[in-house]
């Protein structure tokens, strides 16, 4: 079966300092993958995606980036966090099933001080 | 611009049942999704709907008129584990999904 991972689940960083989450799924191969932030009171907010290594596609204009090193590999990185960025950031994979269903990592509790 | 509204809050009462609905307005349709959300988890996912009408999975179900860009959310025979968040999302044209910010519902004893 699939499964999805992220980590650190919890850091508390401050202003300035640089970022790195990591995200890695097994199970599968070539999977769709995708970085959400999630604020408090609102929706999702797609950040990056990847349909394979190397290609990223960047939604939000912001000092964030993605990487997708290895097929099954998706990292979230910012060289100087911001207090903006503090958030719940979650890690997908589309599922292939006809619906294409998001399946998430346990999600990093980011707080930027 | 692309919008998903569903309400911000709902309290329901343990077995009683509780609709909670979502209005979407998105550049094109293909498909829309419920997710829950616990406090402090990732979303998983609860239902999937494309064609009108009501799809049922144990105590939920899920209604879609794309006529009127609706949908809603049915739980039955509610249970305290059932208090979490809901999520509404929308794929769009380009098949992108679009998020509602989620309905906390609260489920008193």
Same mark, same amino acid.
């Given at each position: ?113 | ?45 609860? /239902? %999937?709907?494309? *064609?009108?009408? #009501?799809?049922? !999975?144990?105590?939920? =179900? ?8 609706? /949908? %809603?959310?049915? *739980?039955?025979? #509610?249970?305290? !584990?059932?208090?979490? =968040? ?24």
């Amino acid at each position: 079966s699939q499964t999805i991972h992220q980590w650190p689940a919890t850091l508390v960083q401050p202003v300035g300092s640089p970022l790195s989450l990591e995200c890695t799924v097994e199970g599968t191969s070539n999977p769709n993958l995708y970085w959400y932030r999630q604020a408090a009171g609102r929706g999702l907010q797609l950040l990056f995606y990847s349909v394979g290594i190397g290609q990223i596609s960047s939604e939000v204009p912001q000092n964030l980036s993605a990487s997708r090193p290895q097929d099954r590999q998706f990292i979230l990185s910012s060289k100087k966090l911001l207090l903006s960025d503090s958030g719940f950031y979650l890690c997908a994979w589309a599922g292939t099933s006809d619906s294409g269903e998001l399946f998430f990592g346990e999600g990093s509790r980011l707080t930027v001080l | 611009g692309q919008n998903i509204d569903q309400p911000t809050e709902m309290t329901a009462t343990e077995g009683a049942i509780v609709q909670i609905n979502c209005t979407y307005q998105t550049s094109g349709f293909n498909g829309l999704f419920w997710y829950q959300q616990h406090a402090g988890e990732a979303p998983t996912f609860l /239902s %999937y709907n494309v *064609l009108d009408g #009501l799809e049922e !999975k144990g105590r939920f =179900s899920s209604f879609l008129s794309r006529s009127k860009g609706y /949908s %809603y959310l049915l *739980l039955k025979e #509610l249970q305290m !584990k059932d208090s979490a =968040s809901y999520l509404c999302a929308v794929k769009d044209s380009n098949y992108q999904l679009i998020w509602g910010a989620g309905t906390k519902l609260i489920i008193k004893p």
